[in-house]
């Protein structure tokens, strides 16, 4: 019912930035939970940022004060701002979205490669 699509990936040095950007489309009610997970060839994914509809944020501990996630509501977008980045950043980067409720509803986007040389 909804989709995610992912852009702003490339390839960039250490040290430079990227914003990586997600919009969410179909029947949208409310995006409860807005995040963006990582994973790298033969890692778990895991979390590396989400913000509620109220604004809270969460960030993981090696990205914080280095990356930044907002989102503008008007749009069903979601940002990523990443700057001072690592090559151990490099991984491909999904949005996700929940809906809360009786149920909770997961989507994810198909993912944005995000490759840091040293």
């Known amino acids: 019912q909804v989709q995610m699509v992912e852009s702003g990936g490339g390839l960039v040095q250490a040290g430079g930035s990227l914003r990586l950007s997600c919009v969410a489309s179909?029947?949208?009610?409310?995006?409860?939970?807005m995040g963006w997970y990582r994973q790298a060839p033969g890692t778990q994914r895991e979390l590396v940022a989400s913000i509620t509809n109220r604004g809270s944020t969460v960030y993981a501990d090696d990205v914080k004060g280095r990356l930044t996630i907002s989102r503008d509501g008007a749009k069903n977008t979601v940002y990523l701002q990443m700057g001072s980045l690592k090559p151990e950043d490099t991984a491909v980067y999904y949005c996700n979205a929940k809906m809360l409720g009786s149920s909770t509803y997961n989507y994810w986007g198909h993912g944005t490669q995000v490759t840091v040389s040293s």
């Open positions: 179909g029947s949208i009610f409310s995006l409860d939970v």
